[in-house]
């Protein structure tokens, strides 16, 4: 009998664990955020708003990096540096506010009754926005825009690098084009400066007052993130990469897009800094091209270098291909 109860007892357990088995595959599996974490909504909220503070202090080391008070921790208004580009309609841009034009236009539309604040009304102000940014910048003929973290140290290597890839396209009379802010962006403009070019610096409204740099000539000042973007796409010959987050990696990939689906040609993408890109590259190759998503070809889109002349070199080279005809 006592056999025959503990055979029971383990009939039994084995049941109640297939059941408990049954049971949690039945749940519904949690998706987990890249480290790991479960992606509740509170996850979520709360990784949104470190992110974002995280580019603010990043923004601001830049700053302080370069021996200034970030512009988010005083109230003045600079009066010395760049020339201020008239702003199309300050009223409704204020740095102060948590809610910038980008978000209110990516909200869904509530319902309101003042049409100020509707999107049709908004979309006047876009059309505004996209107006300024072509009058100050109709006579760019010849531009390069350089990408890189806000957060770079003038004593970085990278940062020199950028100074000196800039004064070079600079001195071969290419207008040098940055978001305005520190770090790589400073280092960009300050180039431009040092090789007698035209230094600008496209600004876009942030939660926080970002700033420009002090080695802007022309300033012009964006709500939006995609008019911003046309800018750069619309007045440069290239783009520069040097080492970033986010938004160094985005605006590498809208230009490898539009090249890739032939909505821009004779433009050169350089990766700056081969040892930061290496684990993108490789898994660009190992994953993405292994895997069908992209073509052999695409891959040679991105032109790699350490050497500040080599990536000047190939913004010249391919401008003068392109006024001979060769391609």
């Known amino acids: 009998m006592p056999e025959k109860r503990k055979r029971d007892a383990k009939s039994s357990a084995k049941t109640t664990s297939k059941t408990t088995a049954a049971r949690e595959s039945k749940r519904p599996k949690t998706a987990r955020t890249a480290t790991g974490k479960k992606a509740t909504p509170q996850v979520m909220a709360e990784a949104a708003i470190g992110a ?8 601001e080391a830049g700053h302080r990096a370069a021996g200034r008070t970030p512009p988010s921790e005083k109230r003045e208004l600079r009066s010395s540096g760049a020339t201020r580009k008239k702003i199309v309609d300050t009223s409704i841009r204020d740095y102060d506010s948590l809610t910038t034009e980008d978000e209110k236009l990516l909200q869904a539309q509530s319902d309101t009754h003042d049409f100020t604040r509707s999107d049709p009304w908004r979309v006047m102000r876009i059309m505004g926005e996209f107006i300024e940014g072509f009058d100050n910048l ?55 400066k040092l090789g007698g070019g035209k230094s600008i610096g496209c600004n876009i409204e942030l939660p926080f007052e970002q700033g420009a740099n002090p080695y802007v000539d022309t300033l012009v000042n964006f709500r939006y993130f ?69 073509s052999p070809g695409d891959l040679d889109l991105m032109l790699l270098t350490d050497d500040p002349r080599e990536a000047a070199d190939a913004v010249i080279q391919a401008w003068n291909s392109q006024q001979k005809g060769d391609f």
């Not at 071969?172 to 960009?188: L, Q, R, S, V």
């Not at 081969?274 to 292994?290: C, D, E, K, N, P």
């Open 52 to 59: 974002q503070e995280g580019h603010r202090e990043r923004t």
């Open 138 to 192: 109709h006579d760019v003929k010849r531009g390069v825009s350089l990408f890189g973290s806000a957060r770079t140290h003038p004593d970085d290597p990278q940062y020199q690098a950028a100074q000196e890839v800039a004064r070079l396209l600079a001195e071969a009379g290419f207008a040098i084009i940055t978001g305005a802010g520190p770090g790589i962006m400073e280092a960009a403009n300050k180039g431009a």
């Open 226 to 294: 995609f008019v911003r973007k046309t800018m750069f796409i619309k007045y440069s010959n290239a783009f520069i990469i040097f080492p970033g987050g986010f938004g160094t990696l985005d605006e590498a990939f809208e230009a490898l897009t539009l090249i890739q689906t032939g909505k821009i040609y004779q433009f050169p993408v350089v990766l700056f800094g081969r040892h930061y890109w290496a684990g993108l590259i490789r898994w660009l190759q190992s994953r993405v091209l292994t895997e069908g998503k992209i």
